[in-house]
């Protein structure tokens, strides 16, 4: 880890347990620490882009979850990019499974990923025209009611009275 450490600009080295290591990386390093992962040491198989909205900090995480079979090891490596400019340059040369991921996030998230393929695409919501569901200023509740029409709401029964009266319909 250290030798990654003094090549690339590695902010924070968190190390979960034996197996299982996360560090944070600057947006602009991300694509050539992930490929050298990849290339070098022995970071094959990527287990997952995601990412997390950190609303406070107007910011959002993405995470790239990489896998060393060799090793039984995993890396996260953790990026930082502006919720106002929520773009990343493209992964899909490295994986080909990656463009499902950034397609996702482009659509949840609103996170672009020029070059992408398809990232402009619907994915999962089509015709969608409102902000990305995925970020945390998205108002669920207000969308519901907005979207569709209201509805009673279910009768609730306590159990033991509900089995009560199932098993002994003569007595009150």
Same mark, same amino acid.
């Given at each position: 880890?250290? %030798?990654? /450490? $003094?090549?690339? !600009?590695?902010?924070?080295?968190? #190390?979960?347990? &034996?197996?299982?290591? =996360?560090?944070?990386?600057?947006? #602009?390093?991300?694509?050539?620490?992930?490929?050298?992962?990849?290339?070098?040491?022995?970071?094959?198989?990527?287990?997952?882009?995601?990412?997390? !909205?950190?609303?406070? !900090?107007e910011e959002f995480?993405?995470?790239?979850?990489?896998?060393? +079979?060799?090793?039984?090891? %995993?890396?996260?490596?953790?990026? =930082?990019?502006?919720? &106002?400019?929520?773009?990343? #340059?493209?992964?899909?040369?490295?994986?080909?499974q990656v463009a499902?991921?950034? *397609?996702?996030? /482009?659509?949840? =998230?609103?996170?672009?990923? @020029?070059?992408? +393929?398809?990232?402009?695409?619907?994915?999962?919501?089509?015709?969608?025209?409102?902000? @990305?569901?995925?970020?945390?200023? =998205? !108002?669920? /509740?207000?969308?519901?009611? %907005? $979207?569709?029409? @209201? *509805?009673?709401? *279910?009768?609730?029964?306590? +159990?033991?009275?509900?089995?009560?009266?199932?098993?002994?319909?003569? &007595?009150?």
């Amino acid at each position: 880890m250290n %030798d990654i /450490k $003094t090549k690339f !600009d590695i902010t924070d080295i968190i #190390e979960q347990r &034996e197996n299982l290591s =996360f560090i944070t990386i600057p947006k #602009e390093h991300a694509i050539s620490l992930v490929t050298y992962l990849r290339d070098v040491k022995g970071f094959k198989h990527l287990v997952l882009l995601t990412a997390a !909205d950190w609303l406070e !900090d107007e910011e959002f995480q993405l995470t790239y979850l990489l896998n060393n +079979p060799d090793e039984k090891s %995993d890396l996260g490596v953790r990026v =930082f990019i502006s919720r &106002e400019d929520a773009t990343m #340059e493209t992964a899909h040369h490295l994986w080909e499974q990656v463009a499902t991921y950034q *397609r996702e996030l /482009k659509e949840m =998230f609103g996170i672009d990923f @020029p070059g992408s +393929p398809d990232v402009d695409k619907p994915f999962i919501l089509e015709g969608w025209d409102d902000k @990305p569901p995925y970020r945390r200023d =998205f !108002d669920t /509740k207000q969308y519901s009611e %907005d $979207t569709y029409f @209201p *509805r009673p709401g *279910r009768e609730s029964n306590d +159990p033991a009275e509900y089995m009560k009266k199932k098993l002994y319909p003569d &007595e009150k």
